[in-house]
């Protein structure tokens, strides 16, 4: 059975003693100091070469972040800075602050209030872990040459390059495509696959949040160790997807999500359309193995994957939601009183699909492949034990 635990993911404004706010530059949302040099020594190992320059990534894969190695020395020191953009939904301001890292074989680790450590991948990747008084974020960070990280409208990658999906679904009798990031073991396969959706956006209120393409890093980590392909499809609106996000709107779109079940659950039911286009798409590839597949999701998306289990017992091996915490703001005064729900499937318990607190009994989770970890998404930390 599993076991899931969970409480918000908030990286707080830890940067330590030697902080500075002095912007000088901004990459979207992401300062960094004018004064940065990136420099690396004549004697400097091959290892210790790669390490040097500037890497971008996201905590989270919402917390947009740039590292840059500035200088290392002889004795495996290194000057880097250390720089995060805003994200009013994990509580952050965005800043940068220069630290003395070390470097140990292919790992970079800077070490104060909270511990960051980078490591090196075949790929030219850095795999990154965060951990502060019990939280825990991860990263992938990409390398980026600094003359073109400071470039007028530069775009970046902040997440793993995304695709799209050719899908059934039109809007306006146009085609709709939805974006979706693949994680999957390296070679050909075919893989089992987990689909992986995303929640809502808070209130509803910020449309800026609608067009961040959102993963879990965790998830993915975990997962493709043990071999499976997992995918964070990006519903209609979000992210880079086609199509208007529209799940359970009230009337007037600038007051957010509607309290109304009239308006709440037929939004449910054009999530769970895009969902199961997106799975229909997936299925068709040829690195995916035939068979039952996982399902799961954070918060509303949690949701989502339980209500599409038991719609679709023959496509769903097992599913996995993990929410907010049970103290969440509720929008709705009578949300406690009057949660509705609607059924959704045979195997499936009865699902809220409100702005509110969601209750949702969990079904069974796939016992295999057997994996005991810790993961964190960017606005929760679960600790689960599968197997």
């Known amino acids: 059975m599993s076991r899931i635990g969970i409480c918000c993911f908030i990286v707080v404004a830890l940067m330590g003693s030697a902080s500075t706010f002095a912007a000088d530059m901004l990459v979207d949302d992401v300062p960094i100091p004018a004064d940065v040099q990136v420099s690396i020594p004549r004697n400097a190992s091959e290892t210790l070469s790669r390490f040097s320059g500037a890497w971008v990534g996201s905590w989270g894969g919402q917390l947009h972040h740039i590292l840059i190695v500035e200088n290392i020395t002889a004795n495996d020191k290194a000057r880097v800075v250390y720089a995060v953009g805003d994200n009013a939904a994990v509580g952050v301001k965005s800043q940068w602050h ?11 680790t800077i070490a104060g209030t909270f511990d960051a450590t980078y490591t090196l991948t075949p790929s030219d990747s850095l795999k990154a872990t965060y951990r502060r008084s019990g939280i825990v974020a991860q990263a992938t960070l990409s390398k980026i040459a600094f003359a073109e990280l400071t470039l007028p409208k530069v775009t970046i990658a902040w997440t793993t390059p995304s695709e799209f999906l050719d899908t059934t ?53 975990l997962f493709v160790k043990k071999g499976w392909m997992v995918a964070f499809p990006q519903r209609r609106g979000r992210g880079r997807s086609d199509g208007l996000y529209d799940e359970g709107f009230a009337p007037d779109r600038a007051q957010g999500y509607s309290c109304d079940p009239g308006r709440s659950l037929p939004g449910a039911d054009r999530a769970l359309d895009d969902i199961k286009a997106a799975i229909a798409a997936l299925r068709r590839r040829p690195d995916v193995a035939a068979g039952p597949i996982l399902v799961g999701g954070a918060s509303r998306g949690g949701v989502l994957a339980i209500a599409y289990a038991g719609m679709h017992p023959e496509q769903v091996v097992g599913a996995k939601g993990a929410g907010p915490p049970a103290k969440s703001t509720a929008r709705c005064s009578n949300a406690e009183e009057n949660l509705p729900v609607r059924p959704y499937g045979s195997t499936a318990s009865r699902t809220a699909f409100t702005r509110s607190n969601i209750a949702v009994r969990i079904s069974t989770f796939l016992k295999k492949p057997a994996a005991t970890a810790s993961f964190s998404n960017s606005q929760c930390r679960t600790e689960a034990a599968i197997g």
């Open 169 to 221: 679904l039109q809007e306006d009798g146009k085609p709709i495509r939805l974006e979706v990031v693949i994680e999957k073991p390296s070679g050909k396969g075919p893989f089992p696959l987990l689909v992986f959706n995303h929640g809502s956006t808070g209130r509803g209120t910020e449309p800026r949040l609608f067009t961040e393409t959102r993963v879990s890093p965790e998830i993915a980590d």
């Open 98 to 108: 220069r630290y003395e890292a070390t470097v140990s074989g292919d790992t970079l």
